[in-house]
T-cell receptor, first 108, second 116 residues
Framework: GQSLEQPSEVTAVEGAIVQINCTYQ??????LSWYQQHDGGAPTFLSY????GLEETGRFSSFLSRSDSYGYLLLQELQMKDSASYFC?????????FGTGTRLQVFP | EAGVVQSPRYKIIEKKQPVAFWCNPI?????LYWYRQNLGQGPELLIR????????DSQLPKDRFSAERLKGVDSTLKIQPAELGDSAVYLC??????????????FGPGTRLTVL
């Protein structure tokens, strides 16, 4: 079977750093992506990791460990606008499989 | 560059009625996807098109759902008849489809369907 696990909810304050973890179990693994979705909005691509290590894009970084079937999204200098749901998604052979999402709430 | 366009944004129907959703992908994108997203869940793939061809419809409930992508551009997803459990957001996404996997997918805003 295939499964992705991530925390259902995370809270933090403005300016803080938060890490959203994702563990996966799947076959035919190509890489791990992260998407952001504001309430009522479209999922928006944030990052993609095919190889082990850290990828940095501005305030957001994403990490992958293929041997541990584990990745995380790191959000720094949190802003109120970062309040949204974050989904990890595995590229599996020929499709993208999404996790259930982590709802991030940023407080002033 | 215009993004993925979907209409309508919202639809409320009674059960057993038909409903259709329309999607216009990003210009030049060969691959088009339809997803269903239930409340509090991640998107789940229903069908994937490569140009006009449906290459993965394994998760599409074919007894009531149908889709088409004429001329390899716009696509329509239809449900007939709708059931209460079909209430969800239906998302369309597209990708360039010319670089093999992985292929970044760009999502539309979705159609929120409520079946009463």
């Amino acid at each position: 079977g295939q499964s992705l696990e991530q925390p259902s909810e995370v809270t933090a304050v403005e300016g803080a750093i938060v890490q959203i973890n994702c563990t996966y179990q799947t076959s035919g693994f190509y890489g791990l992506s992260w998407y952001q979705q504001h309430d009522g909005g479209a999922p928006t691509f944030l990052s993609y990791n095919a190889l082990d290590g850290l990828e940095e894009t501005g305030r957001f970084s994403s990490f992958l460990s293929r041997s541990d079937s584990y990745g995380y999204l790191l959000l720094q200098e949190l802003q109120m606008k970062d309040s949204a749901s974050y989904f990890c998604a595995v590229y599996n052979t020929d499709k993208l499989i999404f996790g259930t999402g982590t709802r991030l709430q940023v407080f002033p | 560059e215009a993004g993925v366009v979907q209409s309508p944004r919202y639809k409320i129907i009674e059960k057993k009625q038909p409903v259709a959703f329309w999607c216009n992908p990003i210009s030049g994108h060969n691959t088009l996807y339809w997803y269903r997203q239930n409340l509090g869940q991640g998107p789940e793939l229903l069908i994937r098109y490569e140009n006009e061809e449906a290459v993965d419809d394994s998760q599409l409930p074919k007894d009531r759902f149908s889709a088409e992508r004429l001329k390899g551009v716009d696509s329509t997803l239809k449900i007939q008849p709708a059931e209460l459990g079909d209430s969800a957001v239906y998302l369309c996404a597209s990708s360039a489809g010319d670089r093999g996997l992985p292929d970044t997918q760009y999502f539309g805003p979705g159609t929120r369907l409520t079946v009463l």
